[in-house]
Every structure is written in C-alpha cells, then in structure tokens.
C-alpha cells in the first residue's frame, strides 16, 4: 500500500461513516490534528467525524488530485453533505510515519453559486 492509496482510504471510510475503522486501521499511536475547531486528538475528530456522517448520511467525497512529497500526502477532493450541496473544495495534508498517518491538516473554500474563474475549482 502506497502512502497516497492510505490517505485516499482513510479520507473515503470517513466519508461513508466509517471513521472508527479508518482510524483503527491508518492512523498512528502519536497522532494530532490542526482542525480549530476540535481538540487536536485522535479521538476527539473520530467522534466529531462520526457525528458528521450521522448528520450528514449522504455525504459524497469525489477524490481530483492526490500528492505525495516524502512523508507527506495531499488530497484534493469536491465534498458534498448532500445531493443539493454544492460543496466545498477541500485540501487533507497527512503527516506519516511508517506508513500511519500521525498527523492531518485540512483546509476548504465553500463552492460559490457563481464561479467566476473559467477553469473551475477543480
């Protein structure tokens, strides 16, 4: 398994609300997160991506772009909370160690109703 196929997956079970499995299986004993809006511990961003999914049964992640320098891994994703959503452009930086994510950084920008830039958000 790749570092980029870890974080793709780990990114995709947490969108179909499979969080507890995705951490079980690809993140590290020594992981943090940069969220500001959640404690900076694994279990407090499983639970919070638990109560995500369960507000959000329908939310898709449709992966564009996935980038790896050393032990870092970039993934570049559309997500939608549901099929009316437009969405958001979201960026996930992983941190590994040994092939376990030990650190995640993410980053979005809502999707405005009028794109003004001809190339797209994607």
Same mark, same amino acid.
């Given at each position: 398994?790749? !570092?980029?196929? @870890?974080?793709?997956? %780990? +990114?995709?079970? &947490?969108?179909? /609300?499979?969080?507890? #499995?995705?951490? !079980?299986?690809?993140? /590290?004993?020594?992981?943090?997160?940069?969220?500001?809006?959640?404690? /900076? *511990? &694994?279990?407090?961003?499983?639970?919070?991506?638990? #109560?995500?999914?369960?507000?959000?049964?329908?939310?898709?992640? #449709?992966?564009?772009?996935?980038?790896? *320098? !050393?032990?870092? =891994? &970039?993934?570049?994703?559309? =997500?939608?909370?549901?099929?009316?959503? $437009?969405?958001?452009?979201? =960026?996930? @930086? %992983? !941190?590994?160690?040994?092939?376990? $994510?030990?650190? +995640?950084?993410? +980053? /979005?920008?809502?999707?405005? &109703?009028? $794109? $003004?830039?001809?190339?797209?958000?994607?």
């Amino acid at each position: 398994m790749t !570092r980029k196929y @870890i974080a793709k997956e %780990f +990114l995709k079970l &947490a969108a179909k /609300g499979h969080s507890h #499995e995705a951490f !079980r299986l690809y993140v /590290g004993t020594n992981f943090k997160h940069h969220n500001a809006y959640f404690k /900076g *511990d &694994a279990q407090t961003l499983m639970l919070a991506m638990d #109560e995500s999914s369960r507000k959000n049964p329908y939310k898709t992640l #449709e992966i564009h772009h996935a980038l790896r *320098d !050393r032990d870092m =891994v &970039a993934v570049h994703s559309h =997500v939608k909370q549901n099929s009316t959503d $437009i969405g958001a452009a979201v =960026v996930h @930086i %992983f !941190r590994f160690e040994s092939d376990k $994510i030990v650190e +995640l950084w993410d +980053l /979005g920008q809502s999707i405005p &109703a009028e $794109i $003004i830039n001809e190339n797209g958000m994607f």
